[in-house]
């Protein structure tokens, strides 16, 4: 299928996106000296950036990808969450799925970044699980959104910031494979082995190396041992391993192969991840083979990385790059 077809066909498509949000927020300036006090850098602070930053960012990718998107999760009832529903708002992104809470922070990544390079980040933020009665208004609103327009695939995107609690995590997947709705999750460690039965498993190859019990190195052959052995332990279909600079590992219960990325200079390796897990699963609902999931993602991935902070993937620049490669 030629890249024309496969953007008309995400134009067509509804995704949930359902993690943990947060506020990319960056401090940029410029570094001239070294403080008196301490051997730290003296940044002269030039201006302040907001941007939408976790599951929030995977909802942008996928917003500029074409499609029509849902972004849900558990923001705080702050000062915070005033600025994360501008970004929502000034995104065109809908706000319907987004629930406050009193009983946590709205998640801001502060990161002070001077002459171009990240100096410092200042995370503030809970990682406590939501509790029974968050997840119960989360799951009633996703299911009355599905009712009207049902869902094409559902993406979840887990930073272990209490946003995808285990209980969560299964009812949510129980309901989608009930509905025959595809489920791509991108994983970080705590809830790794929770997300069994989903269609697409993008962990990237720290994340993976941290779960199992032996050494993993990135060649084929280990990376097809620890791709079996999650097959078997979470019972998914395609397993994406993102390799940073060489590139992606995919793997069905049948085949698997490393797809090189191309060479780039990186700037900022933020956000690379949500982009390779929008584009991926997308490309999962509207039926692609896992090869043609891997070099689309891998290239979309490879983009984002050479501009500084999080942003998402570039739509037209993505057309240009598929149909010369």
Avoid at 150 to 161: E, G, L
Avoid at 172 to 181: P, S, Y
Wanted: hydrophobic residues 40%; aromatic residues 4%.
């Amino acid at each position: 299928m030629g890249i024309e077809r496969i953007l008309k066909a995400f134009s067509q498509l509804s995704v949930l996106v359902v993690g943990d949000l947060m506020v990319d927020r960056y401090l940029l300036g410029e570094v001239a000296r070294v403080s008196p006090e301490a051997p730290v850098p003296v940044v002269d602070w030039q201006s302040t950036e907001d941007r939408l930053g976790g599951a929030a960012n995977v909802g942008l990718n996928v917003a500029a990808l074409g499609a029509s998107v849902h972004l849900c999760g558990v923001i705080g009832r702050d000062s915070e969450s005033e600025s994360f529903f501008h970004l929502m708002d000034s995104n065109g992104l809908d706000s319907a799925l987004i629930v406050q809470s009193s009983n946590r922070p709205t998640t801001v990544k502060t990161r002070v970044i001077a002459n171009d390079q990240h100096l410092l980040r200042i995370d503030r933020e809970t990682t406590s699980n939501l509790g029974s009665h968050e997840q119960q208004i989360l799951l009633n609103r996703i299911h009355e959104v599905h009712a009207r327009r049902p869902f094409d695939v559902v993406i979840m995107q887990d930073y272990n910031k209490g946003g995808l609690p285990p209980s969560f995590i299964h009812s949510l997947v129980g309901q989608a494979n009930d509905a025959n709705v595809p489920v791509a999750v991108d994983p970080k460690f705590h809830n790794f082995w929770e997300y069994k039965n989903v269609q697409l498993f993008k962990p990237n190859f720290r994340e993976v190396k941290n779960v199992l019990p032996y050494s993993l190195q990135p060649d084929l052959p280990s990376l097809s041992r620890a791709a079996q052995h999650i097959h078997e332990k979470l019972h998914c279909g395609l397993v994406l391993i993102t390799l940073s600079e060489k590139g992606i590992f995919a793997s069905t219960p049948d085949n698997s192969a490393i797809h090189p990325t191309r060479k780039r200079e990186a700037a900022d390796v933020c956000g690379a991840g949500d982009t390779v897990i929008a584009v991926a699963a997308l490309a999962l609902a509207i039926g692609l083979p896992p090869d043609s999931i891997a070099q689309l993602a891998n290239l979309a991935g490879g983009q984002v990385v050479e501009k500084v902070g999080v942003v998402p993937v570039d739509l037209p620049l993505l057309r240009k790059e598929a149909k010369r490669n």
